[in-house]
Structure formats: C-alpha cells, structure tokens
C-alpha cells in the first residue's frame, strides 16, 4: 500500500541547473508534507515543508510545490551543487494523528560538476 | 545546535537474541518514534511515543518489539528474540509540541546473523 509514492527511483542534473523532484500520494487524509535528504550511513535531515493550506513554500535554493487536486508535491532546487547529491525522501503525515511520517521509496539525485 | 542521538552505531547479535537500540531524543520534544530502513527498501515507521505511552504502532510493530522511556532523557527500543529479517537500519525521531519537522538520529545498523 503505497500511500507515498517517488516513481523516480534517480536523477542526474548539471551544477548549476534546477533539479526537480517529483512526489505523488493518495491518502487525502494527509495535510503536512515534508522533504528528507539522505546521505548512506547517516539519519534523515529534515529539508522543507509544506501544509495542505499552501501551495508554494520556499526556503533559498529549495521550493516546494503542492498540487492538492493532482495529490503532488514536487522539490525544486536551484541552483543545484554537487553537495546536493543525496537520496531525497518525499513524506507525509496527518495533523490528527500522532504525526507519524509515511514515506515515499526516495530519489537518488546526483548533481554533476 | 540540538540533535538525536543514537547507540549504539552498529550492533551485531545471534537470532534469537535480544537487543536495545538507545536513543536520546532532543531535550524539549514531546513525541518519540522509531523508524527502520531495510537495505534498498523505504523508511518505514515503527512506533510513536507521546506522553510515557504508545501513540501509534505500525503493524510491524508485533509483540517482540516494545519501546521504553526509562527516565527523561532515553527512548530505548527492545526487539524481545531477533530474526534475520529484522536486520536494518533503526532510526529514533522526535519532534517538538509546535513542530512539525522530525529530526532523526543518524541510525543504528542492526545485523542479525
């Protein structure tokens, strides 16, 4: 049951260029949406957010989209660094709940020199 | 700047074994989770703790897991007799009363042989 999902599983973008990365989810129960970059051996690091009562959130070089009717978020970054090479996880919760997070599968974005 | 701890980094046991995952969540945060990665695959949520008791489980979260938080600063999680499948990385969470962000521990990797 994937409630979360980040249907490209990679992406491979030039220093300099906007990456964008892509998320759909099918429970409209969720009403906070939020993006994990990765490193291999490390924790989650908490990116970006957005609540379901916006549609655009931008912090520097990362803006987050929100699609309520389409149920899709997308991250843009721009521009993006070879620092930026990391797997992004798209997640969500319910404000109701105990705000546990379900995550999508992640991308691996790699930033080429 | 504030962040969740974990220990050990890497724990090694025979199946059938018991182990405790130790965290320390940041000080002033209210909800507690735990959170396992098995290699190649999603995060996937375990458990959320809030008020000295199990908000959520997932159903993951069986009878040989239990969470604990022994005094005010750990949040431990016990697997009673481990399986090879439970081998992964664990990850400890917690976020704060008005946030919504959860900041995540950089992982213990669990091995069970």
């Known amino acids: 049951d994937q409630q979360v999902k980040q249907n490209s599983p990679s992406l491979s973008v030039q220093e300099g260029r906007i990456s964008i990365l892509n998320c759909d989810y099918t429970?409209?129960?969720?009403?906070?949406f939020l993006w994990y970059k990765k490193y291999p051996a490390e924790g989650p690091t908490f990116l970006i957010s957005i609540s379901s009562i916006k549609d655009k959130n931008e912090d520097g070089r990362f803006t987050v989209f929100l699609n309520k009717s389409a149920k899709h978020l997308s991250l843009h970054i721009v521009p993006s660094q070879p620092g930026d090479s990391a797997v992004y996880f798209c997640a969500a919760f319910t404000s109701g709940s105990a705000r546990q997070l379900t995550f999508g599968s992640g991308t691996q974005l790699t930033v080429l020199p | 700047e504030p962040e969740v701890t974990q220990t050990p980094s890497h724990q090694v046991t025979q199946m059938g074994q018991e182990v405790i995952l130790r965290c320390v969540p940041i000080s002033n945060h209210l909800y507690f989770y735990w959170y396992r990665q098995i290699l190649g695959q999603k995060v996937e949520f375990l458990v959320s703790?809030?008020?000295?008791?199990?908000?959520?489980k997932s159903e993951i979260f069986d009878d040989q897991f239990s969470v604990e938080r022994p005094d005010g600063s750990n949040f431990t999680l016990k697997i009673r007799s481990t399986k090879l499948e439970d081998s992964a990385m664990y990850f400890c969470?917690?976020?704060?009363?008005?946030?919504?962000?959860?900041?995540f521990g950089q992982g213990t990797r669990l091995t069970v042989v």
């Open positions: 969470a917690s976020s704060g009363d008005r946030g919504t962000e959860a900041f």
């Open positions: 703790f809030y008020n000295n008791e199990i908000s959520e």
């Open positions: 429970n409209s129960m969720f009403d906070y």
